[in-house]
C-alpha cells in the first residue's frame, strides 16, 4: 500500500495512543500530519515531536503558549481551539485518513468537517453517530467521502461484510456484560468510580468504560450499526459474551451466520481500519480454541442495565431524541465521575432528561446543535437537585 498521510483528533486518548503505536511500528506505511487534543499538552507535545507532524491543535486555548513554546522551536505549527481543528479538517488538503476518536459529542462538527472535504474518515468516536447519524451518513455520501468503523463490534461487522452482496439479515453485537455482570442488581448503588472504571478486557478512556458498565456503551453501538450498515434497530440482537472473541457476527437471509474473532485487543481494528482494504503484519496473542476450551453467551439483563433499553427506545423514536440521550449521559457520567451521583442515578437522569425534551422529528444540524445544550441544562438541573 502507498503511504498515507494521517490526522488523528484525540491523539492523546486511549484509541489515539494506539493508533499511534500502529504507525510507530510502520513508519514506512504512514506520515502523521496533523494531531489534535483536548487538555493533554504534554502528551501532545512528546507525539508532535517524535512523529515530526505538521501541524498540532490543542483544544483547551490556556494550553497554547505551553504547547507553542515547545513545538515552534522543531518547525510544527501550533493552533488552539476546536474552532482550529475544526477548520483544519475542512481546508487541509494534505490529509488521505482522518481517525475520529476524539471523547464525546464535541467530535461531531470536526467529523462533519472531515466529510464535506470528501476526506476518508476513520470513526471511533460513538457520539457523532449516536446524535447526528443521519446528517454524518448524508453529509459523507454528498461528499463521496468513505467511513470505516474502528469500534472492535464494528469493524467485526465490516468485516463480515467484505465481499458479501446480500442483505443482512440480523447483527449479533457481542458484548462482554463490563465489570458488573455478575454483581447483583442491589448491589450498584454501592459501585464506586475505581470499580466502575475497571473493565475485564478491554483498556479504555473513563468515560466509555462507565458506559459499557451500564450498557449505554452497547446501546450507543446499537445505533451505529443501524447508521453504518444500513438496518433497523430490530435487526440487532445483543449478545453477552464474556470472552470477548467473537467481536460480532452477521447472520444473512440462507441461514449462514459469520463472525470476526480475535484476542481482545484495539489495535487491530484500528490498523485495519488504518491500512484497508490491505492487511499487514500485527504482534498480538492469536487465539488458542483448545486453551479457551469454550464460549459462553447470554441474553442481557435490561432490567439491571435499563441504559441498554433507553437507548433501544431512543432510536425507534428517532428525530432528536438520541442527540438527548446522549447529552444526558455525557452530564449524567461526568458528575458520576465526580462524585456527586450514584451510578444507579445515570438511566434515570437520562430518561428525565429525554422526557422534558422538545421532540424534532428532522432534526438539521443547529436543531442537533440545540438539542444538545438545551438537554445539558435540564441534566444538569435534574443532578442539582438530586
Same mark, same amino acid.
Given at each position: 500500500?502507498?503511504?498515507?498521510? /494521517?490526522?488523528?483528533?484525540? @491523539?492523546?486518548? *486511549?484509541?489515539?495512543? !494506539? #493508533? =499511534?503505536?500502529?504507525?510507530?511500528?510502520?513508519? %514506512?506505511?504512514?506520515?502523521?500530519?496533523?494531531?489534535?487534543?483536548?487538555?493533554?499538552?504534554?502528551?501532545?507535545?512528546?507525539?508532535?515531536?517524535?512523529?515530526?507532524?505538521?501541524?498540532?491543535?490543542?483544544?483547551?486555548?490556556?494550553?497554547?503558549?505551553?504547547?507553542?513554546?515547545?513545538?515552534?522551536?522543531?518547525?510544527?505549527?501550533?493552533?488552539?481551539?476546536?474552532?482550529?481543528?475544526?477548520?483544519?479538517?475542512?481546508?487541509?488538503?494534505?490529509?488521505?485518513?482522518?481517525?475520529?476518536?476524539?471523547?464525546?459529542?464535541?467530535?461531531?462538527?470536526?467529523?462533519?468537517?472531515?466529510?464535506?472535504?470528501?476526506?476518508?474518515?476513520?470513526?471511533?468516536?460513538?457520539?457523532?453517530?449516536?446524535?447526528?447519524?443521519?446528517?454524518?451518513?448524508?453529509?459523507?455520501?454528498?461528499?463521496?467521502?468513505? /467511513?470505516?468503523?474502528?469500534? @472492535?463490534?464494528? *469493524?467485526?461487522?465490516? !468485516? #463480515? =461484510?467484505?465481499?458479501?452482496?446480500?442483505?443482512? %439479515?440480523?447483527?449479533?453485537?457481542?458484548?462482554?456484560?463490563?465489570?458488573?455482570?455478575?454483581?447483583?442488581?442491589?448491589?450498584?448503588?454501592?459501585?464506586?468510580?475505581?470499580?466502575?472504571?475497571?473493565?475485564?478486557?478491554?483498556?479504555?478512556?473513563?468515560?466509555?468504560?462507565?458506559?459499557?458498565?451500564?450498557?449505554?456503551?452497547?446501546?450507543?453501538?446499537?445505533?451505529?450499526?443501524?447508521?453504518?450498515?444500513?438496518?433497523?434497530?430490530?435487526?440487532?440482537?445483543?449478545?453477552?459474551?464474556?470472552?470477548?472473541?467473537?467481536?460480532?457476527?452477521?447472520?444473512?437471509?440462507?441461514?449462514?451466520?459469520?463472525?470476526?474473532?480475535?484476542?481482545?485487543?484495539?489495535?487491530?481494528?484500528?490498523?485495519?481500519?488504518?491500512?484497508?482494504?490491505?492487511?499487514?503484519?500485527?504482534?498480538?496473542?492469536?487465539?488458542?480454541?483448545?486453551?479457551?476450551?469454550?464460549?459462553?453467551?447470554?441474553?442481557?439483563?435490561?432490567?439491571?442495565?435499563?441504559?441498554?433499553?433507553?437507548?433501544?427506545?431512543?432510536?425507534?423514536?428517532?428525530?432528536?431524541?438520541?442527540?438527548?440521550?446522549?447529552?444526558?449521559?455525557?452530564?449524567?457520567?461526568?458528575?458520576?465521575?465526580?462524585?456527586?451521583?450514584?451510578?444507579?442515578?445515570?438511566?434515570?437522569?437520562?430518561?428525565?432528561?429525554?422526557?422534558?425534551?422538545?421532540?424534532?422529528?428532522?432534526?438539521?444540524?443547529?436543531?442537533?446543535?440545540?438539542?444538545?445544550?438545551?438537554?445539558?441544562?435540564?441534566?444538569?438541573?435534574?443532578?442539582?437537585?438530586?
Amino acid at each position: 500500500m502507498e503511504k498515507r498521510k /494521517i490526522a488523528i483528533l484525540g @491523539s492523546t486518548g *486511549s484509541i489515539g495512543v !494506539q #493508533a =499511534l503505536s500502529v504507525v510507530r511500528d510502520n513508519p %514506512e506505511l504512514f506520515e502523521v500530519r496533523f494531531l489534535a487534543a483536548g487538555n493533554n499538552s504534554r502528551l501532545l507535545i512528546q507525539q508532535a515531536i517524535e512523529f515530526n507532524a505538521a501541524c498540532a491543535v490543542i483544544a483547551n486555548e490556556q494550553l497554547y503558549d505551553e504547547v507553542f513554546a515547545a513545538l515552534d522551536p522543531h518547525g510544527i505549527n501550533v493552533f488552539a481551539g476546536m474552532s482550529s481543528i475544526i477548520d483544519a479538517m475542512a481546508n487541509s488538503s494534505d490529509i488521505d485518513l482522518v481517525l475520529s476518536a476524539m471523547v464525546g459529542f464535541r467530535g461531531l462538527e470536526p467529523t462533519l468537517a472531515a466529510l464535506r472535504s470528501g476526506k476518508t474518515v476513520a470513526i471511533a468516536n460513538k457520539e457523532p453517530l449516536v446524535a447526528a447519524g443521519g446528517i454524518v451518513m448524508r453529509t459523507a455520501m454528498e461528499h463521496g467521502a468513505a /467511513i470505516l468503523p474502528v469500534d @472492535s463490534e464494528h *469493524s467485526a461487522i465490516f !468485516q #463480515a =461484510l467484505q465481499g458479501e452482496n446480500s442483505p443482512i %439479515e440480523r447483527i449479533f453485537l457481542t458484548a462482554s456484560g463490563g465489570p458488573f455482570l455478575r454483581t447483583p442488581a442491589q448491589e450498584l448503588e454501592h459501585v464506586t468510580v475505581n470499580e466502575a472504571t475497571n473493565h475485564p478486557r478491554w483498556k479504555m478512556g473513563r468515560k466509555i468504560t462507565v458506559d459499557s458498565a451500564t450498557l449505554m456503551n452497547k446501546g450507543f453501538e446499537m445505533i451505529e450499526a443501524c447508521w453504518l450498515f444500513g438496518v433497523d434497530i430490530s435487526q440487532i440482537t445483543v449478545v453477552i459474551h464474556p470472552q470477548s472473541v467473537i467481536h460480532s457476527m452477521v447472520s444473512f437471509k440462507d441461514g449462514a451466520v459469520l463472525a470476526q474473532m480475535s484476542m481482545p485487543d484495539m489495535r487491530l481494528p484500528i490498523q485495519y481500519a488504518l491500512t484497508y482494504p490491505a492487511r499487514i503484519p500485527l504482534d498480538i496473542p492469536r487465539v488458542d480454541f483448545f486453551r479457551l476450551g469454550g464460549f459462553t453467551f447470554s441474553e442481557p439483563d435490561t432490567e439491571k442495565f435499563p441504559c441498554l433499553a433507553i437507548a433501544v427506545d431512543a432510536m425507534r423514536r428517532g428525530g432528536n431524541i438520541p442527540c438527548a440521550m446522549n447529552a444526558a449521559n455525557e452530564v449524567a457520567v461526568e458528575a458520576f465521575l465526580n462524585g456527586r451521583i450514584r451510578f444507579t442515578d445515570i438511566p434515570g437522569i437520562v430518561s428525565r432528561s429525554i422526557a422534558a425534551c422538545d421532540f424534532i422529528k428532522e432534526p438539521d444540524l443547529n436543531g442537533i446543535l440545540d438539542t444538545d445544550r438545551s438537554v445539558r441544562v435540564s441534566a444538569t438541573n435534574i443532578i442539582d437537585k438530586l
